[in-house]
């Protein structure tokens, strides 16, 4: 075997960090790089917060694993700090942001289901956008390079040009189930939704029984100087991806949902 052993998806840069310190990366050489990057905004503490090492080895050294199979006091005590800090009454933890999506595209269409329209499985979505890398989420992000050589696009996402609310409304047919936006896309150029865009997306849902989709797996978790980036447009979800930040660097995301939204979502599904 010649090369690296490892799948050859990243353009990786020729530098390998050894530790970090707060904003600081530090090489096995001990030459230090200012961080700008925060693992692709992961990093919400720095690197090596003396908080999160703790309560890291401290669960490590008691429990590490049991499963969803029981009980878990820690879990649900941060599902209940979510909701107090958000618009949700539930919360389903993931390992990742794409995962995040997917419980959320999930239960968007579950949704419809239990409320007795199966038909209703489409979600609206907009250029630019970068939802993750599953097979639903591309075709979600619909971008061509990630795409492109994956077979037939997931069926069920009808994408609109970024910012063109009057293309949305145009695009809700009677198969229609959710609207799915970045508040600022991350991926597409730092763009933010304008306030009243938001506003007429909510407006939109509301008046056509549609469940509205915030991703804010790039954009929350403090990054826009509040905790997630729709609260400055006033505009509540239904359904909302977050993870990267709250993990601080250890890989979880969430789905929030209000109890409608999460009506579908029971025990087996």
């Not at 499985?121 to 939802?131: D, L, Q, S, Y």
């Not at 509205?212 to 929350?220: A, H, M, N, T």
């Amino acid at each position: 075997m010649s090369g690296s052993a490892l799948y050859e998806t990243f353009a990786r840069a020729p530098l390998a960090f050894d530790r970090g310190e707060g904003t600081w990366l530090v090489t096995d050489k001990g030459e230090r790089y200012l961080d700008f990057a925060g693992g692709i905004a992961v990093n919400s503490l720095g690197h090596s917060h003396p908080h999160l090492v703790a309560a890291l080895t401290g669960q490590a050294a008691k429990l590490w694993h049991v499963s969803n199979l029981y009980e878990i006091p820690e879990q649900r005590r941060l599902g209940e700090r979510l909701v107090d800090a958000t618009f949700a009454d539930k919360v389903f933890f993931t390992n990742s942001g794409a995962e995040a999506l997917e419980c959320a595209i999930k239960s968007a269409r579950r949704y419809q289901f239990v409320k007795g329209h199966p038909e209703r499985f489409r979600i609206i979505t907009f250029e630019g956008a970068f939802h993750g890398r599953t097979l639903a989420t591309i075709a979600a992000g619909g971008q061509y390079k990630y795409l492109e050589g994956f077979g037939p696009k997931v069926e069920g996402f009808d994408q609109v040009a970024f910012d063109d609310i009057d293309a949305a409304e145009k695009a809700i047919t009677p198969e229609t189930a959710a609207i799915l936006i970045e508040p600022v896309q991350g991926e597409g150029g730092i763009r933010p939704v304008p306030t009243q865009s938001l506003k007429r997306i909510r407006q939109l849902c509301d008046r056509h029984g549609l469940l509205l989709i915030f991703d804010e797996v790039l954009c929350g978790i403090g990054r826009t100087g509040k905790l997630f980036a729709h609260e400055w447009a006033g505009v509540t979800p239904d359904l909302m991806a977050i993870a990267k930040g709250i993990g601080g660097g250890f890989p979880m995301g969430a789905c929030l949902a209000t109890d409608d939204a999460a009506a579908g979502m029971t025990a087996g599904v």
